[in-house]
C-alpha cells in the first residue's frame, strides 16, 4: 500500500511563511504529476498547485499566483509547497496528491491525510 504523508503545516501568523512536505513511499509515484489541493471548514476542496513529473511545467491558482511555490524532489519522492506572504483565508487543510496534474480534483488517484494550516485573522 503506498502511503503519502504531508508535514510542515502549522500556525503562523499573516505574512509568514510555511513549507509543506508530502512524502511517498513508492518510487512508482515519481512518474506521476503531484498536486496541492486544500480545504477550509464548510468549504469544498479547492486546488492549489500543481507540477508534473519533468518539473518542468506548473500550475496555480490565481489566489496563490506570486505567493506559493510548488517544487519536487524525484529522487527523495518528495513533493513541496513554499507558501509565503501568508493570509487567514489560506487557513485549510492541505491536501497533497498524485496524478494528471491538472487543476480538477478528479484527476487525482491519490490523495494524502492532509495537514492543517492555520493563519490567525
Known amino acids: 500500500q503506498v502511503q503519502r504523508i504531508e508535514s510542515g503545516g502549522g500556525l503562523v501568523q499573516a505574512g509568514g511563511s510555511l513549507r509543506l512536505s508530502c512524502a511517498a513511499s513508492?518510487?512508482?509515484?515519481?512518474?506521476?504529476?503531484r498536486g496541492w489541493f486544500r480545504q477550509a471548514p464548510g468549504k469544498e476542496r479547492e486546488f492549489v498547485a500543481a507540477?508534473?513529473?519533468?518539473?518542468?511545467?506548473?500550475l496555480y491558482a490565481d489566489s496563490v499566483k506570486g505567493r506559493f511555490t510548488i517544487s519536487r524532489d524525484n529522487a527523495k519522492l518528495t513533493v513541496y509547497l513554499q507558501m509565503n506572504s501568508l493570509k487567514p483565508e489560506d487557513t485549510a487543510v492541505y491536501y497533497c496528491a498524485a496524478g494528471l496534474g491538472d487543476s480538477y480534483i478528479r484527476s487525482y488517484d491519490y490523495w494524502g491525510q492532509g495537514t492543517q494550516v492555520t493563519v490567525p485573522s
Open positions: 513508492k518510487r512508482t509515484f515519481s512518474s506521476y504529476a
Open positions: 507540477i508534473s513529473w519533468s518539473r518542468d511545467s506548473t
